[in-house]
């Protein structure tokens, strides 16, 4: 297919549609796969600003291109109308024009554009395209190697805010809680003060967890410090005691027998000297409470871990570890730059899995809502892990895992069956 692409004369030329059209006729194409730009497409979605309208209609064009028109020097070209767009997404064509517009201005797409205004695809016997008109995604395959880059930059910016946001939490509760312990509290009110100071200032997350780490270690110094102070002014009391000799000693002159002796009284029957046993058992009842009290504890600790996952149906995650899924899921964590070492990191890395797949945040808050954060979230990265190995299989993740979803609320889900095929296909 020649490396020709024509702007029809009824659309206004931007410098953003000139850049997409010069992309278009290049011939350094890198030999980059169709699943390979789709997924950097995809993560690159936020630092490229794409609105969800057009975030939707590149995820339909990607679908509707074959995975052959990406091979080698090809010029994949997708012909598919606004009329049709429109209704496959749900919006007017006007909206669908501005969001390919939008994507073509983001040096994604390219318009190649019929003298009749009308796209379409003529192929070969052997299926390879010789004609075609419509949306070139030529643009997208030279820029690779660029938007790549562009999506780990947000996505490393990504979790540094994210590990920002706890290091100022962490940081909070340990400041307030050093304050609370310590002896000196009157002394260390300043610390409060100034963290409350940089926690309301106009500082960036960064700027903030900085500053409460350098608080925090001035903090621990200042009451080391003190501690040590305090322990050496201690020593030199004792050591002042022990010096002085003009304390007269006491020495106990009442017979040892005299302790154990009992004057009976005038009515000795009454009389009933408590025995060995008789402490025991006064003492007993005390012990008994301080067990049933870490008894009542612990039981209240499992009520609060089983908080998390009260939401999800019995047997949603019967039978699943995070460690099943750390490697169940090594697609989508070499991919998209994540761990799942623990469920607050599978939970927290929910937000760019469902970025990546195109799910709404109110999709997502539903099931969560339905499931419990762990369930949801354990879905939503078998429901990605799938998409990324067999993109042609699941043409919309989104509707496959509100599908896993409400199954999953029927107990109807086997997900640990399907954490092991991929554990094993891995």
């Keep these: 297919m020649p490396a020709v692409s024509n702007v029809s004369s009824f659309r206004k030329v931007t410098p953003g549609i000139l850049a997409s059209q010069r992309l278009a006729m290049s011939n350094d194409i890198p030999d980059v796969g169709k699943s390979e730009v ?50 496959y997404v749900g919006r007017s064509e006007r909206t669908i024009v501005r969001a390919v517009r939008q994507l073509v201005e983001a040096r994604i797409l390219a318009y190649r554009d019929s003298s009749t205004g009308r796209r379409w695809v003529h192929r070969n016997n ?23 880059k562009l999506a780990d930059a947000w996505q490393a910016d990504l979790n540094a805010e994210r590990e ?16 609370d312990a310590s002896p000196i509290d009157a002394e260390l009110d300043d610390f409060l003060d100034r963290m409350t100071a940089i926690l309301e200032s106009n500082e960036t997350i960064r ?88 008894v009542n504890s612990g039981a209240r600790g499992a009520e ?27 697609s989508v964590q ?13 939970i927290s890395a929910a937000e760019v899995m469902r970025i990546g797949i195109g799910l709404s945040s109110s999709a997502y808050t539903a099931a969560c809502g339905r499931l419990g954060r762990e369930a949801a979230a354990a879905i939503l990265a078998v429901v990605t892990e799938k998409s990324l190995r067999d ?6 993740p989104g509707g496959y895992f509100r599908a896993c979803c409400d199954r999953a609320a029927d107990g109807k889900l086997a997900l640990a069956r399907s ?6 296909s891995s």
């Design 334 to 346: 070499s991919d998209f730059g994540l761990t799942f070492k623990s469920w607050p990191e599978l």
């Design 419 to 424: 954490l092991f095929g991929l554990a094993a």
């Design 207 to 294: 700027e903030k967890a900085a500053s409460l780490q350098d608080l925090y270690d001035l903090l621990v110094e200042a009451v080391t410090e003190a501690n040590a102070q305090s322990a050496q002014s201690t020593k030199n009391d004792q050591t002042t005691g022990e010096r002085d000799s003009s304390v007269t000693q006491l020495y106990n002159t009442s017979s040892p027998d005299s302790c154990s002796s009992i004057r009976p009284s005038a009515n000795a029957d009454e009389f009933d000297p408590k025995t060995n046993d008789a402490y025991g058992a006064e003492i007993a009842p005390e012990k008994e409470q301080a067990e049933r009290a870490w």
């Design 126 to 148: 052997a299926g390879e395209i010789t004609h075609a008109y419509g949306l070139d995604f030529t643009p997208a395959r030279v820029r690779y190697r660029e938007i790549r």
């Design 164 to 179: 920002a946001k706890r290091t100022v939490a962490s940081v909070s509760r340990s400041i307030v809680d050093i304050v």
């Design 304 to 330: 609060n871990h089983d908080e998390t996952t009260r939401n999800a149906p019995v047997g949603t995650l019967d039978a699943i570890s995070i460690s099943l899924l750390e490697s169940a899921c090594k």
């Design 391 to 396: 993109p042609e299989k699941i043409s919309s």
């Design 38 to 87: 789709a997924i950097t497409l995809k993560r690159a979605s936020q630092p490229l600003g794409l609105t969800s309208t057009a975030y939707h209609v590149l995820d339909i064009l990607l679908g509707l291109s074959k995975a052959e028109d990406w091979q080698g020097d090809a010029r994949p070209v997708v012909a598919i109308s606004n009329e049709k767009l429109a209704s």
